[in-house]
């Protein structure tokens, strides 16, 4: 299945837009992570100064232990007091010590208290004013853990990360919830412009699809912009009209040079018929003759085809059409047929349908174009027991003659050619026979002209079938 340029337009665009919405929500959701992880470790810097002033004013109005470390431990929910322990004469002694003396002195003093179940600070993580922090699972809790000294306390705290995953995962939601909408908007905005875009390109589409060889004046109007696709139309416009005045030319001298042959011809075929009656002449300047006569017959045939073809091309296919009963043309036809092809050892059996078969055509230019089909049979049968079946049915469209021949098979590539004029088949199929290749082409274009068809149904099995399609007369006219 193919999709159009437009689709594929807004397909890529929303394709790519939503790749870049995923990249920017992921690059948001952990800026916004890291800027509240920021938040909270500045809120645990104020928890533990805030816990060691509190520490410093419950001792000194005389708390026992147990009733400060139960105050402590109930101010909020989501902050834990992990570790609190008195590093005493701390401005004195240890003020400009070491993380690792300060580690090392601090077992010495009175630890207020410390939970029992978490786990140690990491080896990376040193006791010192302005902490340390990491983020440790606790008890199937993410928490974020600060460490540090303070006004002589060696204290350690940890806040619940639950409401930082809590609303990252709430904007990632949303997030992924409006992404449809949006890549929906996306996509229809890409289709409304690309078929803006792709408009011109359409016009010029149509144009071309109507030109034909009797319709080369045909144009691409409505494109005048300046970008590119209006400098595509006006060169393709002047291509028309190169091309046009060539066929023009073309066309003109087909036309004037069969014209002007055919009366020459016509006078070098009267005096060697009469130079034929002349009783003087030997035999072989008689033999002479009749092959003059002959080649000049065959000149006469080629000019007559060139000239009909000349004229179709033209437009100025002339037809004397008439209510015509093709099962009564057939029944002529096949007869002189059948004459011919026996001399040639071939069999041909007709079907000629029945009487009122009417159709609405020239007379003279179907029968040229039905005795071209059999003329073909005959000329590319076999040598040897060769037959040929003609066939005429009624269809929906109008009535088919089906013409079908023994001989060499058409190749697949021939199914076309065969048509074209001049065309002539490999020497597979018998370059040693009469002809000059125009029958079929001439054969084709009087269907056409009669609003049928003509083509090569099959060619398998020994056997060509060619089908001509003629339509019947219209009941309402």
């Known amino acids: 299945m193919s999709l159009s340029f437009r689709l594929r337009i807004a397909l890529w665009s929303a394709l790519l837009s939503g790749i870049v919405l995923l990249v920017f929500l992921g690059v948001t959701s952990n800026m916004v992570r890291k800027t509240m992880t920021e938040e909270a470790d500045f809120e645990l810097k104020t928890f533990t100064e805030d816990m060691v002033l509190t520490a410093q004013e419950m001792e ?21 007091l992990i570790e609190l322990s ?9 003020g400009s010590s070491s993380p690792l003396a300060i580690d090392e002195t601090i077992g010495e003093f009175p630890q207020l208290y410390k939970e029992p179940e978490w786990p140690d600070p990491s080896p990376g993580i040193e006791w010192k004013p302005d902490g340390s922090n990491e ?12 460490t540090r000294t303070f006004a002589g306390y060696r204290v350690r705290m940890a806040i619940d990360l639950r409401e930082i995953r809590d609303e990252v995962k709430k904007l990632m939601i949303n997030y992924l919830e409006a992404l449809p909408l949006a890549l929906l908007v996306i996509g229809l905005g890409a289709w409304w412009i690309a078929g803006r875009a792709v408009k011109p390109v359409q016009k010029i589409i149509a144009t071309a699809e109507n030109i034909t060889i009797k319709g080369l004046g045909e144009r691409v109007e409505g494109v005048t912009t300046n970008d590119e696709l209006g400098r595509l139309a006006g060169v393709l416009n002047q291509m028309m009209d190169r091309l046009e005045e060539s066929f023009r030319q073309i066309k003109r001298f087909s036309a004037d040079a069969s014209h002007e042959l055919k009366t020459p011809l016509a006078v070098m075929q009267g005096k060697i018929e009469a130079a034929l009656q002349n009783e003087n002449q030997s035999r072989e300047s008689n033999l002479v003759l009749v092959d003059l006569l002959e080649r000049v017959g065959q000149l006469r045939s080629i000019i007559e085809s060139l000239l009909m073809l000349s004229r179709s091309d033209a437009g100025g296919f002339v037809m004397e059409t008439s209510e015509l009963d093709i099962s009564e043309i057939m029944s002529e036809i096949t007869e002189d047929a059948v004459i011919i092809a026996s001399e040639q050892g071939i069999e041909l059996d007709a079907d000629n349908g029945r009487s009122g078969m009417m159709v609405e055509g020239d007379e003279r230019l179907l029968r040229l174009a039905i005795s071209n089909l059999l003329t073909n049979a005959t000329k590319y049968n076999l040598d040897e027991k060769g037959k040929i079946t003609c066939n005429l049915s009624q269809s929906d469209f109008g009535f088919d003659i089906l013409i079908q021949n023994t001989g060499p098979e058409i190749n697949i590539e021939d199914k076309e050619k065969i048509f074209e004029r001049f065309y002539r088949v490999d020497p597979a ?6 002809g000059f290749g125009l029958g079929l082409s001439l054969a084709r274009v009087i269907t056409l002209a009669h609003g049928g068809d003509l083509i090569l149904k099959s060619s398998e099995g020994g056997l060509n079938s060619f089908l001509m399609t003629i339509p019947h007369i219209n009941i309402n006219d």
């Open 60 to 80: 000194e109005g005389g708390l026992l232990q147990t009733q400060m470390v139960g105050t402590l431990s109930a101010e909020r929910a989501e902050v834990r």
């Open 86 to 94: 008195e590093i005493d004469d701390f401005e004195n002694e240890l």
């Open 135 to 146: 983020t440790v699972t606790f008890k199937g809790k993410t928490w974020r853990v600060m």
């Open 429 to 434: 199929r018998g370059s040693a026979k009469p």
